[in-house]
């Protein structure tokens, strides 16, 4: 077993040696890089995965469940500042049993679970309490979920209910949100929780929400007016509008002057209010048969004044019928009433918001390119660029002035500066790199000389021409290599025999040291000769 095993570390020795310089390298490197490849292999094998254990946790409930992993041994990882806790995937479930088991995470019960708990014994009073309560917590859980709050606390103020009250008092309700690091809530997210509330509350309107945040700062309020989601909307626009009407202004100053030979700036009042109009319009046209229509005729004859009845006066006075007169007397009446028919137009108009109110334009040239150039004639561009009406109220102002080119000329100077920096260092990164493909190049270049030349002196090769005596005492030793010999007789033909040996042993050394490969090559075929 030992021999056998001595021989085969003797053969690999023996074919190692054979192998050249490059490819001896080239070996230690593909062995160095699958070394390198199965310790990371491994370490990835062996990672356990994490997966999320609780998500969302409070305060408390986090340092309690992390005291429980702790004594218990387990790994586990804090993620999400602190509010998620992730343990390797195989033990989630387990561990989540064994938290419960424990309370945890005990949290606070909110929402519409206190319901659950009510008696029969429960009074009104508790159960619009436990009711108010239900409902903060529902709502909190609500916005909770939207990204970026951490936590939400919502109270909210529901007026009690009277039979003998003509006016009823609005709910309102204030809403404080825990922002994650960096997060800043839009306009139309605030505008999101203020309805998301009232929506949530019968008889609640948004104007009744007051929204803030956990540094102090006023989101939304009651009594101011505008809401920021609409306050930004407003902005917005105008914005937009601006810089429309600016661009198509500039362009055309870049044009005449040059790019930042002048600056344009844009004032837009835009009205975003809309505004409805009902207008009612009753038409008659001639000749059209009426509708209805009554005619009452009264007719009297007779002699005397007629006596008709009326307010107290001298006619009514005792000695009026001696004064009257006793003459005839005809009375005749007739009227007619006609309801005719008449058209009716009403007409409803829904005025859009956008509309422009005013527009003021402020144009500042470089003293240095507009010294020779018509105001007026840049006025009237500029203000047909940007639609300038002077009936509105519009107002243009053109002013040439000497330009500070201080910070530009700066800006240009690092900017050139951070150019060369970064073309510098792209030709160091392509000499680098041209250093490492060249070096790479090389280096299998020579591996594929010597590879060649080994391939070369292989074909090249020639059998050593040995004499005779040469072959005779290299026969002689491999002979004697093999068994024992019985010591020769020192006498006068051993002594020249033994310096015949001596200078064929010379040649053969000589031999040796100058053709090593040719006689290891036939001294390794000897021994396979031996061995078989």
């Not at 309020?221 to 505008?226: A, Q, R, V």
């Not at 004859?301 to 005792?318: D, K, R, S, W």
């Not at 107002?395 to 100077?413: L, Q, Y």
């Not at 030349?453 to 050593?464: F, I, Q, T, V, W």
């Amino acid at each position: 077993m030992k021999s056998a095993l001595a021989g085969t570390l003797e053969r690999a020795r023996s074919t190692f040696a054979t192998v050249s310089l490059g490819q001896k390298v080239v070996i230690g490197l593909l062995l160095a890089g699958l070394l390198l490849g199965g310790f990371f292999f491994y370490s990835w094998i062996t990672t356990p995965t994490q997966a999320p254990l609780f998500s969302n946790l409070a305060a408390s409930d986090a340092a309690a469940i992390t005291d429980e992993l702790d004594a218990a041994g387990v790994t586990y990882e804090l993620a999400d500042g602190g509010g998620t806790i992730l343990v390797p995937k195989d033990r989630v479930y387990d561990l989540r049993l064994d938290m419960s088991a424990q309370g945890l995470p005990a949290g606070d019960d909110t929402g519409y679970s206190l319901l659950d708990e009510q008696g029969i014994t429960t009074s009104e009073f508790q159960q619009q309490t436990t009711y108010r309560r239900a409902l903060e917590g529902e709502l909190s859980k609500t916005l909770e979920a939207l990204d970026g709050v951490q936590q939400a606390i919502v109270h909210v103020a529901l007026p009690e209910e009277e039979v003998f009250v003509t006016e009823q008092a609005d709910p309102t309700a204030s809403v404080m949100l825990q922002l994650s690091a960096g997060t800043q809530l839009s306009g139309e997210q605030i505008q999101a929780v203020t309805n998301l509330v009232s929506s949530s509350i019968e008889g609640m309107s948004p104007e009744q929400v007051t929204v803030t945040d956990t540094s102090g700062q006023v989101l939304s309020s009651p009594g101011t007016g505008i809401s920021a989601a609409a306050g930004d909307a407003r902005s917005q626009v105008e914005q937009e509008y601006q810089s429309r009407l600016q661009a198509n202004a500039q362009a055309i100053l870049d044009r005449v002057l040059g790019p930042n030979r002048a600056v344009v700036s844009v004032r837009a009042d835009v009205d975003l209010d809309k505004r409805d109009t009902t207008s009612e319009t009753y038409t008659y046209d001639q000749g059209t048969p009426p509708v209805s229509e009554s005619t009452t005729t009264e007719n009297y004859t007779g002699g005397g004044g007629a006596i008709v009845g009326g307010v107290l006066g001298p006619e009514n006075m005792p000695d009026a019928a001696e004064n009257a007169g006793t003459g005839e007397s005809t009375y005749e009446k007739e009227s007619t009433t006609s309801n005719n028919a008449v058209g009716k137009t009403t007409e409803v108009t829904q005025g859009a918001p956008g509309g422009l109110n005013r527009l003021t334009v402020a144009v500042v040239m470089d003293d240095a390119v507009a010294g020779n150039l018509n105001q007026q004639q840049i006025r009237d561009l500029v203000g047909n660029a940007v639609g300038l009406d002077e009936a509105r109220g519009d107002d243009i102002t053109v002013a040439a002035m000497p330009f500070d080119t201080a910070a530009s000329d700066a800006a240009a100077a690092e900017m050139e500066a951070a150019r060369e920096a970064e073309a510098k260092e792209q030709m160091w990164s392509m000499i680098k790199q041209g250093g490492i493909a060249a070096g790479i190049a090389l280096v299998i270049l020579v591996v594929w000389l010597r590879s060649r030349r080994g391939r070369e002196e292989e074909e090249d090769y020639e059998p050593l021409e040995l004499t005779d005596d040469m072959l005779a005492e290299l026969d002689r030793l491999r002979v004697s290599s093999t068994r024992d010999e019985v010591p020769a007789i020192d006498d006068k033909q051993a002594e020249l025999e033994a310096a015949e040996r001596q200078r064929v042993r010379g040649e053969i050394s000589t031999m040796v040291s100058e053709r090593p490969d040719e006689v290891a090559a036939m001294l390794r075929g000897w021994l396979s000769e031996n061995k078989s």
